[in-house]
């Protein structure tokens, strides 16, 4: 699978050149508040009709820099960024829900996101997870009150595939709303509104901001749907984005192209290493799928990320622990799409009990050499015994 970033999504990331003084980044303005020379300035800006800033819980010329970009680089008309992933994936449910409607979950999400929709329990929204296998059945999940779709693809732990083209046409049909948590692809390896997906929600704390020292998140989708979110979600939620790190994410995109093919040549790498590998018994990635969602994957996405997860042949979770500690160049952490390679486990439950066959390590790649990773790897699994 080859991974291909357009050259028009390059230009958009990398060049730049309309700033004040000849500059080739955009100024960072750090601040809480933009001044009016008359009230009757103000008094037109409130009307909107005068364009002007007033405050950054709401527009900072920094942060609309980014929000450009990032709409540009998904082709929706608009875009909004907060100040976490969280924040932005929040905004958009409770702006977009209402007391007594339903939300259908395709595919295993971010845990948070699920915790989330428990917490809407509260507003009587209830909802239902249906996995990747039970997308072909759609519409029998489908319930009256059903106003979302929620769904991540591929998944970031299992890396389940669905059909986003299908679940777009199905839920337009009956006038449901989609959101995807495009968080893993970034838009330039999946863009899911050309796919006919409503709402794109990111992280930018990952890929995106790329060096692991910034939190945010983002929203692209229509300009009808975001001015609900921005009012409801954006402006009286209050999760603003500092300045400073928009400019942080600014100069994370500078480098997320060639960042995500550097990463994508590593994985290739890797991945055939450990499918070769017979202390492995189970390598999920896009590149380990079977011919059905190889093909559907490749008619949704333009290549691969470094993120990924395995299964190891021994069941002994004291192995399974030693593998863990004994890798040297990774470290144990959540989060991915840094720079460095991190290690974590889906659910650390499974460590209580002496055996499992449900523990699944996620790697997360980083920028060092496919072949240093690799040795790594080697001297952890010879550390350990299939037992
Ligand atoms: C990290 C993550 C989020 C949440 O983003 P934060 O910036 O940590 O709030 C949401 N979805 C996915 C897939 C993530 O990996």
Request: proline share 3%.
């Amino acid at each position: 699978m080859q991974t291909k970033i357009s050259t028009k999504d390059k230009v958009i990331c990398l060049i730049d050149n309309h700033y004040p003084n000849q500059a080739v980044n955009p100024p960072i303005y750090q601040n809480s508040i933009f001044h009016f020379d008359t009230i009757d300035d103000y008094i037109a800006y409130k009307k909107r009709e005068l364009k002007s800033y007033c405050y950054t819980r709401g527009n900072n010329p920094t942060t609309e820099v980014l929000e450009h970009k990032l709409a540009q680089l998904d082709q929706g008309e608009t875009c909004r960024v907060f100040s976490s992933g969280m924040g932005a994936i929040s905004a958009t449910l409770f702006a977009l829900l209402n007391s007594g409607d339903h939300v259908l979950v395709i595919n295993d999400i971010y845990g948070p996101t699920k915790e989330y929709l428990q917490v809407l329990a509260k507003f009587n929204i209830s909802f239902d997870v249906i996995s990747s296998f039970d997308t072909k059945n759609l519409t029998s999940f489908i319930k009256d009150n059903t106003r979302i779709i929620y769904t991540e693809s591929p998944a970031t732990m299992t890396f389940n595939v669905v059909d986003l083209r299908y679940i777009a046409e199905v839920a337009k049909s009956r006038n449901i709303y989609t959101v995807i948590d495009n968080t893993c692809m970034t838009p330039l390896l999946q863009k899911p509104l050309a796919l006919g997906f409503d709402v794109a929600v990111y992280s930018l704390s990952k890929y995106t901001g790329g060096h692991s020292d910034v939190l945010a998140g983002a929203v692209v989708t229509s300009n009808q749907l975001l001015a609900k979110i921005d009012k409801e979600g954006f402006k009286l939620g209050g999760s603003v984005i500092s300045p400073n790190d928009a400019f942080l994410l600014l100069r994370g995109l500078r480098t997320l192209p060639s960042r995500l093919e550097t990463l994508a040549n590593i994985t290739q790498e890797v991945v055939s290493y450990l499918q070769s590998n017979n202390k492995v018994n189970a390598v999920l990635h896009p590149l380990a799928y079977n011919e059905e969602d190889r093909k559907l994957y490749q008619s949704q996405t333009t290549g691969i990320t470094s993120l990924l997860s395995i299964k190891l042949t021994t069941n002994n979770t004291t192995q399974i622990k030693k593998f863990i500690d004994s890798l040297k160049t990774f470290s144990i952490a959540v989060s991915w799409g840094g720079f460095e390679n991190l290690v974590m486990v889906q659910d650390i439950s499974e460590f209580s009990k002496p055996q499992s066959e449900n523990i699944i390590i996620r790697l997360a790649l980083g920028l060092l050499d496919a072949s240093t990773i690799i040795a790594d790897l080697e001297q952890a699994f010879n550390q350990i015994e299939v037992l």
